[in-house]
């Protein structure tokens, strides 16, 4: 099983980003995929969370209206938009791939870096000027 992140990259302040998390060995149909990021010197923050449940969608609030997750089952990939990023959006970013209780979820314990038996190996995002 093998999670793949891409996409990261250095854009600018209110420049637009897409990771991907491309599955293999599993189909992410079935699991819970979180976005996970961690800057030097802070702790992991779960960033948003789509659901293998029923497929709702949750934000960390300060990235809430900015950033947008989506699934593409055909591709077996999940994808994290990111819109007009700030300084504070820089990061390594990591999906993370598990199947958890959906009350788990609607309870905002979708941050739970524990509940997360797949993970992705990071993708670098700068945002700099």
């Known amino acids: 099983v093998q999670l793949q992140a891409s996409g990261g990259g250095l854009v600018e302040p209110g420049g637009s980003l897409r990771l991907s998390c491309k599955a293999s060995?599993?189909?992410?149909?079935?699991?819970?995929v979180v976005w996970f990021r961690q800057a030097p010197g802070k702790e992991l923050e779960g960033v948003s969370c789509?659901?293998?449940?029923?497929?709702?969608?949750y934000y960390l609030l300060k990235v809430k209206g900015r950033f947008t997750t989506t699934r593409d089952g055909a591709e077996n990939t999940v994808y994290l938009q990111m819109n007009n990023l700030k300084p504070e959006d820089a990061a390594t970013y990591y999906c993370?791939?598990?199947?958890?209780?959906?009350?788990?979820?609607?309870?905002?314990?979708?941050?739970?870096?524990?509940?997360?038996?797949?993970w992705g190996q990071g993708t670098q995002v700068t945002v700099s000027s």
């Open positions: 993370a791939a598990g199947s958890i209780p959906d009350f788990f979820v609607v309870a905002g314990l979708w941050t739970r870096r524990n509940e997360y038996k797949y």
């Open positions: 060995g599993i189909s992410l149909h079935n699991y819970t």
């Open positions: 789509h659901s293998g449940i029923d497929g709702s969608t």
